[in-house]
């Protein structure tokens, strides 16, 4: 899951060397949390936040095939 985050996170961003996630586990969700520069953060979050939607979307999805529940937060 957190391999999935950074391929999309990197494809997306100018300064793909700046991507990072870091992973933290729940009892029965785990939440990635993805950090890029700061001159990539729209391009991340998107239009109206679609991009990051699409994201959680596919997140989410991956996470169903799984059994877990996943929840990606954006940090500054």
Do not use: F, H, N
Not at 26 to 47: F, H, M, P
């Amino acid at each position: 899951m957190r391999e999935l985050i950074e391929q999309m996170a990197k494809a997306l961003v100018d300064k793909p060397e700046d991507v990072s996630v870091s992973e933290v586990q729940g009892e029965r969700t785990t939440v990635y949390e993805l950090r890029v520069a700061q001159s990539d953060l729209g391009k991340v979050i998107g239009k109206q936040g679609k991009t990051a939607r699409s994201m959680r979307t596919i997140l989410s999805a991956a996470g169903t095939k799984l059994g877990k529940r996943c929840v990606l937060e954006i940090l500054e």
